[in-house]
């Protein structure tokens, strides 16, 4: 395509911790081809320089935490052509959305000397529960390979290959013996969406669920298992789902009935 | 003992559990790659034997419904586990296979790198089961209809070479018998090994199936078979058939096809997890995806072939959106196509019993319950 202009890539950042935007500088083999193919505009992480939108695609990390967030993520989206929500916390609301289950009043109190002059809302919430967003990629953090993947669909005008089947069937193709059956180790696996890589069960560990729920995830017969067939408690069994995708609605709601707690209105609400 | 009784085929030989390593050894001298069962992270995997690998001794498993344990013995039998997660079927279709590359040339031009050219290694499989066996038998239909054939499983298929075992302690989740596939294996073999042991005795019946076995037999010390020695292998068999414990309801083929709408489906999909592992686990299961992937410049794309499930979403996505939604018509899926429609696609059932699935299932679905809870509220009585 020569003459055209490269796409403008911006990279923004809201309530997040800076994992997800460090795998693009963590892409150290491919980001000469990036730079090659794509203009980066504005990504404060890697550099200064600021270019003003429109932009052809903007990856944004992080949850939606303050009304200021509100408003700017707005903003984002209107400046963007593409938005890609990338991380659990832009995708769920993330780790901090276990506040959406809890006093918020109370955390204020017991963190910050003065909550007074603290404001925040009572909940975390994903990017795509403000404005339209046109692809997620999961995981805390996202992969290297599947945000390759989708700047590379992106580019060539096609679909990114980004399955969303369970992580299952990732340990099967990779040749990983099944640490549930096998050792007995509880594993949100079957109920996880596929694509970090194999990460945990390659290393004799549970998945943990960073990827948050698959599609159709069957959370409470997996739930059902842990408790019936693995002696869990139903404190651990909470535990276990609630942690980097706490405000994934498949993972919520039925990590909180592990405890006892019905998932009210207001929390069904901002689930979703 | 000698290697010098001109055992032909058809013949059987004995052979001391000692000569085992040298077993193996000749199946190297033959020029073959040795795939052999493996103990490795609390489970049995085929995987390819170093110059000084051999059989794992004093090995049993436990298996239930979404349960499998490994259990280190202090004895020295060397058979007395069965399958494990892995079936061989990876060994023929891998579970990512590059079909081509296409690179960008100048001016428009483009080339197309074929397929792996390379012939398939030559490779003999130690330790498979008479299920394996069945299995194999059943891909072969899959991949080579007459019409229309892998040529990639077939250059690996023609250079394989199977040393089957015929199974002494079943796990609690084969059915086999009942799927008329094992637990002896009855054609598909090289060689077919029988482990006879007692306080005195340690020795292997070996029933010779093929030229390609009885090369590997002149090769290490053995004697020709007695009638006693057949006795034993038989009671061998006979006590494993008896020690099953599950087994497949008769007539499943024509009791799916009338149960299409049986309540017993939405039952199951409460416990399903759409995970996919029956399928990935299931020696026969072939479904695959084709992907194209592109570098970052678009210069340079390679199309990839990798293993898919019908538990997937994706699976049955046909332009605008995907039929199967719901868990429950994704196992009805699976369960109709390996025990019914199966049939009516290759002649032959899908599934060989070997239990895999019940095992490997994160939840213990047990495809024989399922389909006894399917035949206990039979909707239509099979007509006189
Ligand atoms: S280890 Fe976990 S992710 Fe892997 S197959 Fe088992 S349950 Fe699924
Ligand atoms: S359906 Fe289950 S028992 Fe039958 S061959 Fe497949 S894995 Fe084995
Ligand atoms: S049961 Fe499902 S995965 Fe297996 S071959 Fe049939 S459609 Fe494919
Ligand atoms: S039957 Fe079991 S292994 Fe198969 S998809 Fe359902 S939960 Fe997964």
């Known amino acids: 395509m020569a003459g055209a202009r490269k796409p403008r890539l911006a990279v923004h950042k809201f309530a997040s911790c800076d994992g997800c935007q460090l795998t693009l500088l963590d892409c150290e083999d491919q980001l000469l081809d990036v730079v090659g193919e794509i203009e980066i505009a504005y990504f404060l992480e890697a550099t200064r320089q600021e270019i003003r939108g429109p932009y052809d695609v903007s990856l944004v990390e992080g949850s939606i935490t303050t009304a200021h967030d509100i408003e700017r993520v707005r903003r984002v989206r209107a400046q963007s052509k593409m938005l890609i929500a990338i991380g659990s916390c832009a995708t769920a609301g993330g780790v901090q959305a276990l506040r959406n289950t809890a006093d918020i009043d109370a955390l204020a109190r017991a963190v910050y000397p003065n909550p007074e002059y603290f404001q925040t809302l009572t909940t975390s919430t994903a990017i795509q529960d403000h404005v339209k967003v046109d692809f997620e990629l999961r995981g805390c953090p996202i992969s290297r390979e599947q945000l390759i993947e989708v700047v590379s669909a992106y580019l060539t005008r096609r679909k990114p290959n980004i399955p969303n089947y369970s992580q299952c069937m990732e340990c099967k193709q990779a040749g990983t013996v099944c640490v549930m059956v096998a050792h007995g180790t509880p594993c949100l696996g079957p109920v996880t969406q596929a694509g970090c890589g194999n990460v945990c069960p390659s290393c004799e560990r549970g998945c943990y669920g960073c990827f948050g729920p698959k599609e159709k995830a069957n959370a409470k017969s997996l739930a059902r298992w842990f408790e019936g067939s693995l002696g869990l408690s139903g404190r651990q069994t909470h535990d276990l789902y609630r942690t980097f995708n706490a405000g994934a609605p498949a993972f919520c709601e039925v990590g909180l009935a592990a405890i006892g707690e019905k998932t009210d209105e207001t929390v069904a609400e901002v689930t979703r | 003992m000698s290697a010098e009784t001109g055992a032909l085929v058809g013949d ?31 489970a049995i995997v085929f995987s390819e034997y170093g110059p000084a690998d051999s059989l794992p001794v004093g090995y049993e498993d ?83 209809n007459g019409d229309f054939a892998d040529p990639a499983y077939l250059k690996r298929r023609d250079n394989a070479i199977f040393i089957s075992v015929d199974c002494a302690r079943p796990a609690a989740t084969c059915f086999c018998a009942s799927m008329n596939t094992g637990p002896r294996s009855s054609s598909g073999f090289d060689l077919a090994l029988t482990e006879l042991e007692d306080a005195d005795t340690h020795v292997f019946l070996v029933r010779i199936g093929t030229e390609a076995g009885a090369k590997v037999v002149a090769r290490v010390p053995h004697r020709l078979s007695v009638e006693s020695d057949l006795e034993r292998a038989r009671a061998v068999v006979t006590q494993a058939v008896a020690r099953m414990e599950r087994s497949m309801v008769p007539g499943i083929d024509a009791l799916l096809k009338r149960n299409f709408t049986h309540p017993r489906w939405t039952t199951v999909a409460e416990r399903c997890l759409s995970c996919g592992n029956c399928t990935m686990v299931c020696p026969t299961c072939f479904c695959s995806d084709v992907k194209d992937h592109t570098s970052l410049t678009g210069d340079v794309t390679t199309r990839v072939r990798s293993w898919d499930s019908c538990f997937t979403l994706d699976h049955s996505y046909v332009h605008g959106g995907a ?45 024989t319950e399922e389909a006894r809870a399917i035949a206990e509220g039979d909707l239509t009585q099979a007509a006189e």
């Open chain 2, 12 to 42: 059987s030989a004995v052979l001391e559990a000692t000569a085992l390593p040298a077993l193996i050894q000749a199946l190297r001298d033959e020029g073959y790659e040795v795939i052999g069962p493996t103990a490795r992270d609390g």
């Open chain 2, 323 to 367: 039929l199967r939604q719901s868990r429950m018509s994704r196992y009805r899926q699976w369960m109709t196509h390996k025990l019914s429609s199966w049939w009516d696609q290759f002649g032959v059932s899908g599934c060989t019993g070997c239990g895999r699935c019940i095992t490997w299932c994160p939840v213990g679905i047990d495809i």
């Open chain 2, 62 to 144: 436990s298996q239930e419904g979404g349960r499998y344990r490994l259990i280190k013995t202090a004895g020295r039998r060397v058979f007395d586990y069965v399958v494990g997660p892995k079936s061989l079927k990876e060994w023929f279709w891998p579970p990512r296979q590059p079909l081509w590359t296409a690179r960008r040339g100048g001016r428009g031009s483009y080339t197309i790198d074929p397929p792996d050219p390379k012939v398939a290694p030559r490779r003999a499989f130690v330790g498979v089961r008479a299920c394996d066996l069945a299995a194999m038998a059943v891909n072969d239909r899959t991949f080579d």
